[in-house]
């Protein structure tokens, strides 16, 4: 789930705050330097985070340097251990929906809920497998997290914002699964409306184009025919129905 909210400048400001100075490349080439060593920071948990991490990173790699045609550097990438939200049914009072991962594109940044990972004796695992909530393991979790990693190194998330407006997220979570996918092996069970929008996008442009969000505009305009502009309705779009979103602070 990539975090993508809070919108003040589509442009210059989010250019500015995802890529500093000395993160040097062109948002659409996909190239991505640093002066540091390519080893994620592991904010917490380093041996059980690094067990997960170096094949995903690998298949990663592997991905962009076949379809992107460049190698990625995470060396930014910060990844941690934490607890995410869980939902509740206000009827029941059973849950209803929860987070496993998230990634913040401001921060690079990725947050591995502790439920998901088999190292820890966490309590909630056994309601959420009790209601069938838990379906996805952590390499599934890591793996469309450090998609979108990818997706920010390679301009993907920066062009869809851009170009699609409040439905950003909706490309950029499909696109990101069809690849997990692809990388895992695994049909995935999440965000099944936003898979049908991948698969019709990269049948359209190819999966490179699609990854790097080189799409044709949608309008900046409401799909109901709204004359706000979609700028302002991403701004000050409930949280509620989007808790996910997150782009600048």
């Known amino acids: 789930m990539v975090n993508m909210g809070a919108v003040i400048d589509i442009t210059d400001r989010l250019t500015q705050e995802l890529f500093s100075e000395t993160e040097v490349g062109n948002l659409n080439s996909g190239t991505y330097r640093s002066r540091n060593t390519n080893e994620p920071d592991y904010r917490n948990y380093t041996s059980i985070l690094k067990k997960h991490w ?56 990725m947050i591995i809920d502790s439920s998901v990972l088999d190292e820890f004796e966490d309590s909630e695992r056994p309601l959420l497998q009790k209601y069938g909530i838990l379906t996805q393991d952590a390499d599934d979790v890591m793996t469309h997290e450090g998609t979108h990693a990818l997706q920010r190194r390679s301009g993907g998330i920066v062009n869809y ?46 999966l490179a184009r699609a990854f790097r969000g080189q799409v044709a505009a949608v309008p900046f305009f409401d799909e109901i025919g709204s004359s706000q502009p979609t700028l302002a309705l991403l701004v000050y779009m409930p949280m509620t129905r989007y808790p996910d979103l997150k782009i600048a602070a």
């Open 54 to 109: 170096k094949p995903i990173q690998r298949k990663l790699k592997e991905f962009s340097t076949q379809y992107l045609g460049f190698e990625p550097d995470f060396s930014r990438l910060k990844i941690r251990v934490g607890k995410l939200p869980t939902y509740y049914s206000g009827r029941t009072g059973k849950p209803d929906g929860k987070v496993f991962g998230s990634y913040n594109p401001v921060k690079d940044e």
């Open 161 to 206: 914002i851009a170009r699609t407006g409040k439905r950003a997220r909706d490309y950029i979570e499909g696109v990101a699964t069809k690849v997990t996918e692809r990388l895992t092996g695994k049909r995935q069970k999440v965000y099944p409306r936003e898979q049908r929008l991948a698969t019709k996008t990269i049948d359209n442009y190819g």
